[in-house]
């Protein structure tokens, strides 16, 4: 059974930082393109930074770029992003994605984790 779960949110004060880990179990990270998404209330889910499954390549968004790092441990099956500068608008559930295609897109994501709430203070 594929599962994939995702830790490290809370809450932190503006300007801080988190480190969200996503651990994999009944998948091969290595295979996958691996991608966080977030939604806050109101609001689409929307992606905030994938990563190639060989992690040679990343994007991101206009909205996070210079602030946020996705970075993965195939051989641990492990996925991580490091959020800094963050801000009141980055609050929002965080989710961790995986696919063996390609794109990044929300609708294109084979499996998804619970999601870890991120909730920054001013």
């Known amino acids: 059974q594929v599962q994939l779960e995702e830790s490290g949110g809370g809450l932190v004060q503006a300007g801080g930082s988190l480190r969200l880990s996503c651990a994999g179990s009944?998948?091969?990270?290595?295979?996958?393109?691996m991608a966080w998404f977030r939604q806050a209330p109101g609001k689409e889910r929307e992606l905030v930074a994938g990563?190639?499954?060989?992690?040679?390549?990343?994007y991101y968004p206009d909205s996070v770029k210079g602030r946020f790092t996705i970075s993965r441990d195939s051989a641990k099956n492990t996925v991580f992003l490091r959020m800094n500068s963050l801000g009141v608008e980055d609050t929002a559930v965080y989710y961790c994605?995986?696919?063996?295609?390609?794109?990044?897109?929300?609708?294109?994501?084979?499996?998804w984790g619970r999601g870890s709430r991120v909730t920054v203070s001013s």
């Open positions: 994605a995986a696919s063996s295609g390609g794109g990044l897109s929300v609708s294109g994501r084979d499996y």
């Open positions: 009944g998948l091969t990270f290595s295979t996958n393109t």
């Open positions: 990563i190639s499954a060989s992690g040679g390549s990343t």
